[in-house]
């Protein structure tokens, strides 16, 4: 069994939200404190880590595929926000996120 992080890259779009926000040149918003760490993974080392899957088998049944980044909700969008848009970011109530239409909460 696989559990992967976020996954980046190619098409998908977690990360969409922040992306569209900064090309508006909108602040970006950072709900709650942004502290949370996020494991995130990019597609193609999930791929790698599947095809080596594939090609030996592990000794252990579960595997944690995440990157070594370590980066907190705030700094990944302070990032967005400085490389693609304004630099200026807002900090909104996490229970506000559930407000905005563009993002979906999986169950």
Same mark, same amino acid.
């Given at each position: ?18 992306? %569209? #926000? *900064? ?8 709900? +709650?404190?942004?502290?949370? &760490?996020?494991? #995130? /993974?990019? &597609? ?5 880590? /599947?095809?080596?899957? *594939?090609?030996?088998?592990? @000794?252990? @049944?579960? &595997?944690? =595929?995440?990157?070594? !980044?370590?980066? !907190?909700? %705030?700094?990944? #969008?302070? *990032? /967005?926000?400085?490389?693609? +848009? #304004?630099? %200026?970011?807002?900090?909104?109530? @996490?229970?506000? =996120? ?10």
């Amino acid at each position: 069994m696989i559990c992967c992080g976020l996954i980046y890259g190619q098409d998908e779009n977690i990360f969409h939200h922040l992306f %569209k #926000t *900064a090309w508006h040149n909108n602040d970006l918003p950072i709900y +709650g404190n942004g502290r949370n &760490i996020l494991p #995130t /993974i990019h &597609i193609h080392d999930l791929g790698s880590i /599947i095809q080596n899957i *594939a090609d030996q088998k592990p @000794k252990v @049944k579960y &595997i944690l =595929a995440v990157d070594d !980044s370590k980066e !907190s909700l %705030k700094r990944i #969008t302070k *990032a /967005i926000s400085k490389n693609l +848009g #304004t630099g %200026k970011f807002k900090v909104v109530q @996490k229970e506000d =996120a559930l407000l905005n239409k563009e993002i979906s909460v999986r169950k």
